[in-house]
């Protein structure tokens, strides 16, 4: 423990009190003492469960009610006796020369420093406007089974099924990523957090030591005097960190919009920059060599190549369906149902526009509540607001630089306004590169890669958001073929198919 030791140490366990060879070898909880504990607590003799757990018990909530130790002991013990059980007087204290005194200090004494939980959300933090980027918990719907799955990846220990080092969650702007991030560290308390906004060089990765806390001030100085050696390799410095001073101090690592300098284009798809291709890897490889349970949590609008020899799993999302879309507007102020802020027709208009995208819903709970703009003006800055959205988070660019028949397959699939299995946009896109065509926009995000509930496998939906920008790409012709197509392959799929009668 290097010195560090807790206040109190209990070896809750039989014999653990107590000498042997009438006292010439000395008890285990005398011998923590000699190796430098404060107080140790251990039974002489074997005692059953419930009794120990009656003591337990009794003895931390004195201690909770900031009682001395000594007091607290007693207490117990007086419980036990009054419940007439033989073990009350087998608990032995052993103790250094420091003084017995409260451990906590009791409730409602003046001055007592009250407890300061940072939330999650507060790591997300705008840099320029140091405002919060993610929901608030009463506007964060739906996503249960998603931050479950999500979940279940980061507690999984390395080298079991499905485990994986990092986490990706991946989809267009604004369908919640750093939201759901922010709730997955709020699910996993045991682990630190370090998180990271935009570009990450090398000089901004080294802060890493800064945003968490060590055992000791010594260890913190260790940490980042090993970071800062560059004539070893990364990967090795990290390893030494996560066995050494992080050994047991599990972290969540994370890079929130990952895109923004972390990525650069290559190909028409994008791959990791030089920097970061130094930095990923080797924090990747750190963790399964040193068999942490720390992770890394990564939000991108894009996917990008997993790293030799690494572990990543890349969670797509997808839009608001309607129930969780109408649970979100339920929470809006100016937007839910039975809201005097604006007309119902207003309302209707805007919630329509933002087509289940839960940062244009609340883009446009702010503009219907603007008294300056009348009715006729306020359609017009709702569709205003909608075009700036598609051209800025959905990138029209980004859109028009990927081949036509890849355009195509979007426009087609768009004739399904559910998500749909592969199968089905293969039967929709009859193209010879229709698996390269469905690959590559998911990985840029343009068509959205879920998971069905009931298969657990992918499924696929273009945003509603993208719809207007995807529509004139085909004819009315092309339109009802892909209408066609998908309702033959659904059919298939969905309705369960009679075996034929034998013929005689």
């Not at 490889?285 to 609008?301: D, F, H, K, L, M």
């Not at 569709?383 to 397959?409: C, G």
């Not at 959205?448 to 499924?459: F, K």
Request: charge should be neutral; aromatic fraction near 6%.
């Amino acid at each position: 423990m290097d010195g560090q030791w807790p206040r109190l140490v209990f070896v809750s366990g039989c014999l653990t009190g107590g000498a042997s060879e009438r006292g010439t070898i000395p008890s285990m909880s005398e011998s923590l003492v000699r190796a430098g504990a404060t107080a140790v607590l251990g039974w002489a003799l074997p005692v059953g469960d419930a009794s120990a757990n009656v003591f337990a018990s009794h003895l931390y909530q004195e201690l909770a009610a900031g009682k001395p130790l000594d007091r607290s002991v007693v207490e117990a013990r007086r419980q036990l006796y009054a419940d007439r059980s033989r073990s009350w007087h087998l608990l032995r204290v052993y103790a250094d020369k420091s003084p017995l005194t409260p451990m906590v200090t009791p409730q409602y004494t003046r001055g007592r420093e009250r407890i300061r939980v940072r939330q999650a959300a507060e790591e997300f933090l705008d840099p320029q406007t140091q405002i919060s980027r993610v929901a608030s918990r009463a506007s964060f719907v739906g996503r249960r089974r998603v931050i479950q799955r999500c979940l279940r990846r980061l507690k999984q220990p390395l080298g079991s099924p499905g485990a994986a080092q990092a986490l990706v969650l991946q989809g267009l702007g604004g369908l919640g990523k750093s939201t759901l991030a922010s709730r997955l560290l709020e699910r996993m308390p045991t682990h630190q957090r370090a998180v990271w906004f935009g570009r990450v060089d090398l000089t901004k990765f080294a802060e890493l030591t800064s945003k968490l806390t060590f055992g000791t001030l010594d260890q913190q100085i260790e940490a980042t005097e090993m970071l800062a050696r560059d004539e070893a390799d990364l990967a090795v410095r990290l390893r030494y960190l996560l066995d050494g001073p992080l050994g047991q101090i599990p972290c969540l690592f994370v890079f929130d919009d990952f895109e923004e300098g972390n990525l650069e284009e290559r190909g028409g798809g994008y791959v990791l920059s030089a920097e970061m291709a130094q930095i990923l890897p080797a924090l990747l490889t750190a963790i399964r060599q040193s068999s942490s349970t720390s992770r890394v949590v990564i939000t991108s609008r894009y996917q990008f190549p997993v790293p030799a020899g690494t572990s990543i799993r890349f969670e797509p999302l997808e839009t608001l369906s309607d129930v969780e879309q109408a649970k979100k507007v339920a929470n809006l102020a100016n937007l839910r149902p039975g809201s005097v802020t604006a007309p119902a027709a207003i309302r209707d208009r805007a919630i329509e526009a933002a087509s289940g995208n839960p940062r244009l819903l609340d883009w446009l709970d702010k503009i219907v509540a603007d008294p300056a703009v009348d009715v006729e003006d306020l359609i017009t800055a709702i569709e205003n607001e909608v075009d700036r959205f598609r051209e800025t988070i959905f990138a029209r660019k980004l859109l028009d630089a990927q081949p036509a028949e890849l355009q195509k397959m979007l426009a087609k699939v768009n004739v399904v306004e559910l998500p749909v299995p592969a199968a089905t946009v293969y039967a929709i896109h009859d193209h010879p590169d229709a698996a390269s065509h469905l690959h590559r926009a998911a990985q840029l995000g343009l068509l959205e890669e879920g998971t069905d509930p009931e298969t657990s496998q992918p499924r696929y939906f273009v945003s509603n958001v993208l719809r207007p920008l995807i529509r004139p790409l085909i004819t009315d012709d092309e339109y009802r073929d892909a209408c066609a197509a998908a309702a033959r392959s659904l059919y298939t799929i969905w309705v369960p198919q009679k075996p034929a009668a034998d013929a005689g």
